[in-house]
């Protein structure tokens, strides 16, 4: 049974940073890519960042290009996003997500296990 649990979301003021957290029970995490998405109130889950099994590749949308990174920690089974610069419209909950192969892609169906999510909220 593969479980994913986030954690670090929270409340911060526009121009603040964050990091999100996730781990992934399982021996198998360091073989799949992991990603993250995110899905505001009223709107459709999206896609934020994928990184590969070994980090060798990584993808950020554009909307979070240059403020959000995403990393791994294959020992900790962990994979994080580091987020700067935060705006008002970053707050979404966040879900950590694991690739169902690779290269891992930006939409849903391509991930098939999901954590509970994590919620972020930024003020103006």
């Known amino acids: 049974q593969v479980q994913l649990v986030e954690s670090g979301g929270g409340l911060v003021q526009a121009g603040g940073s964050l990091r999100l957290s996730c781990v992934v029970s399982g021996r198998t995490f360091s073989s799949y890519a992991m990603g993250w998405f995110r899905q505001a109130p009223g709107k459709e889950r999206a896609f934020v960042a994928s990184?590969?099994?070994?980090?060798?590749?990584?993808y950020t949308a554009d909307s979070v290009k240059g403020r959000f990174t995403i990393s791994r920690d294959n020992a900790k089974n962990t994979v994080y996003l580091q987020m700067n610069s935060l705006k008002p419209e970053d707050t979404a909950v966040y879900y950590c997500?694991?690739?169902?192969?690779?290269?891992?892609?930006?939409?849903?169906?391509?991930?098939?296990?999901w954590g509970q999510g994590t919620q972020v909220t930024v003020s103006s």
């Open positions: 990184i590969s099994w070994n980090s060798g590749s990584t």
């Open positions: 997500a694991r690739a169902r192969g690779p290269p891992p892609g930006t939409r849903v169906y391509e991930y098939d296990y």
